[in-house]
């Protein structure tokens, strides 16, 4: 269950570089082939905020790659299970503020690993 937890946690943390990526990098070129329900005359009007909330998808990834790199597997465990109890509250408030399918895409996979760091 180790190991699993540890991969998971990873999964979710590249999930959130390619958010850092998408939102404060991209925003204006990819952005616009992947948020297809967004009009196009928006994104540059909003590429400041896009890439304000890429930052916070950065912190996020941040502190679970900083989980995995912990020696002391208490502190690593708490640390885990802090940064995926975020990324799990973020889901579901987008879930419900702007699209359901981030419920899918960021909260489920932070919850099923926050579940197997539960259990290691």
Known sequence: ????????????????????WMEMFAW???GKA???SLPPE??????GLAAN??????????GLVWSLLIGD?????????????CVVVAGVYGGWTASRSILLVQALPAAIALITVLLR
């Open 1 to 20: 269950m180790y190991l699993l937890s540890q991969i998971l946690v990873a999964v979710v943390a590249l999930e959130h570089v390619y958010i850092l």
């Open 73 to 85: 597997s208490e502190w690593s465990r708490n640390v885990a299970l802090f940064f995926l109890s």
């Open 53 to 62: 909330q890429g930052l916070y998808n950065g912190f996020l990834a941040a």
């Open 34 to 36: 992947t948020f297809k």
């Open 42 to 47: 928006l994104f540059e009007p909003t590429k």
């Open 28 to 30: 204006t070129t990819r």
